[in-house]
């Protein structure tokens, strides 16, 4: 199924690029469709940068092994007459400039009527359409920005420093293998097979990354599922999380963020949890067992019985009172493995 954005109501306005025009036709749903192809092209060396900024559409970024980059914008405007389809088309800018190293590709719409607003329909029936993609083919060694709002951004494979910035739409890569990654992402959902090193900011949207080894994630009133991560910093709230493996070590705050918790510990050294209105949940342990240090105020610490748990420090039956902390101290078997520990308020912690 086709995915179109609204508008409503536009004056015509005369077009500064040069474009390759399609002829009118009906879309099969009712109403006239257009289309304006434009390409840029540009040679560039390792240092050059690239930057798209774009709105109302998709952009897919995919790599080649030529030293230069191509980018392909279609333009397609909907409408129920063939004038109107072409006052929307025209409506729609695409300013590119280069400056030094820096090369940008902006979307413009002109809005010069009051009525004119992005919307589902006007409530007259007129079907009103504007669609916005971009195509990019560029060297593996070139770092790139892209911001979009309403719409999905895909990079396939990218080793060059990388910055997303997205707004009501998704995001989806398939290995980010450079140093330098920073992906925000709100209001719609993040999918990453793999990310060698990076920063994620997620807001209002779900996370699935499958493999990472050196994360900063900051992630609010959403759901995260990670599948392997080796060092971990990471500020969630007002979301559910789980993480399959971690490898090395973790040091995360939690608040309001029910159901947390983590399935392996597999080789990690250190982890450091700081959770408040939250539960959290972490494995009994590999083979070694390992050293924990657990706090609870306004909740409780669960472990089955007969588990090999050997308290050094516990609080005693007259340190009962809800409102107190709470302490214990030990190891699980032999100990000498990963250090855990954690803090809760208002929430329990469990080994399962």
């Known amino acids: 199924m086709k995915t179109y954005y609204k508008a409503l109501g536009l004056l015509l306005l005369p077009l500064s690029l040069s474009a390759t025009p399609f002829a009118a036709e009906d879309d099969g749903l009712g109403g006239i469709e257009k289309k ?78 009051s009525n004119w607003n992005w919307s589902s329909g006007n409530g007259n029936g007129d079907k009103n359409n504007v669609r916005i993609d971009y195509t990019v083919q560029m060297p593996r060694n070139n770092a790139l920005t892209v911001r979009n709002r309403f719409g999905n951004t895909h990079v396939a494979t990218f080793r060059a420093p990388l910055n997303i910035y997205t707004r009501y739409g998704n995001f989806t890569a398939e290995q980010l293998t450079g140093s330098q990654n920073d992906i925000d992402v709100a209001y719609g959902n993040a999918d990453i097979h793999t990310m060698d090193n990076g920063k994620l900011e997620i807001a209002y949207s779900n996370l699935d990354l499958e493999k990472a080894n050196v994360l900063v994630l900051n ?119 990963p250090r855990v520990r954690v803090v809760s308020k208002f929430g329990d912690v469990s080994f399962r």
């Open 36 to 113: 304006r192809t434009i390409i840029k092209m540009y040679d560039v060396d390792g240092s050059d940068k690239l930057l798209l900024d774009n709105q109302f559409g998709q952009v897919k970024v995919d790599l080649w092994d030529k030293s230069e980059i191509r980018v392909q914008i279609v333009v397609t405007a909907t409408s129920n007459t063939e004038d109107r389809a072409q006052d929307y088309l025209n409506s729609v800018e695409i300013v590119d400039k280069r400056d030094g190293d820096q090369i940008s590709l902006r979307t413009n719409i002109q809005k010069q009527s």
């Open 219 to 337: 992630n609010k009133f959403g759901k995260l599922k990670i599948g392997e991560v080796g060092k971990l910093n990471a500020d969630i709230s007002y979301s559910g999380a789980r993480i399959g493996t971690l490898r090395e070590s973790c040091k995360m705050k939690l608040a309001f963020s029910g159901g947390f918790r983590i399935d392996q510990l597999k080789s990690a050294d250190n982890v450091d949890i700081q959770a408040s209105y939250s539960s959290v949940a972490l494995p009994l342990g590999p083979e070694n067992g390992y050293d924990f240090d657990v706090s609870v105020t306004y909740g409780g610490f669960n472990y089955p019985n007969g588990q090999n748990l050997l308290f050094t420090t516990q609080p005693s039956d007259n340190h009962s009172s809800p409102g107190k902390s709470k302490q214990y101290i030990g190891k699980i078997g032999r100990g000498s493995g």
